[in-house]
């Protein structure tokens, strides 16, 4: 079963550009995300594989991922206006 990546740009379409810049320009950020991006794949993949590890740990995964959001999601709207 597939599982729908939680990829910055298709959970913030409307940010789409100001991401894809920021990726660009901002090395500090394309890191962060880069790092959230190989966090969300290795989610997906316990998740699509059934990979056996603890509930804890699978909920600790999913909570560093929505805090690494979190973060993200406030430098893309802080500088939505300067890009």
Same mark, same amino acid.
């Given at each position: 079963? =597939?599982? =729908?990546?939680? +990829?910055?740009? =298709?959970?913030?379409? %409307?940010?789409?550009?100001?991401?894809?810049?920021?990726?660009?320009?901002?090395?500090?950020?394309?890191? @962060?995300?880069? +790092? #959230?991006?190989?966090?969300?794949? /290795? !989610?997906?993949?316990? %998740? %699509? *594989?059934?990979? =056996?590890?603890?509930? @804890?740990?699978?909920? %600790?995964?999913? !909570? /560093?991922?929505?805090?690494?959001?979190?973060?993200? #999601? *406030?430098?893309?709207?802080?500088?939505?206006?300067? !890009?």
């Amino acid at each position: 079963m =597939a599982i =729908a990546p939680h +990829t910055l740009e =298709a959970d913030f379409p %409307e940010h789409s550009r100001t991401i894809r810049r920021l990726n660009e320009v901002d090395l500090d950020f394309k890191t @962060q995300s880069d +790092t #959230y991006h190989k966090l969300d794949k /290795q !989610i997906r993949g316990l %998740e %699509e *594989r059934g990979v =056996a590890t603890s509930d @804890q740990h699978f909920n %600790e995964l999913k !909570i /560093q991922r929505a805090h690494m959001k979190d973060r993200l #999601y *406030r430098r893309i709207t802080d500088k939505d206006i300067h !890009i």
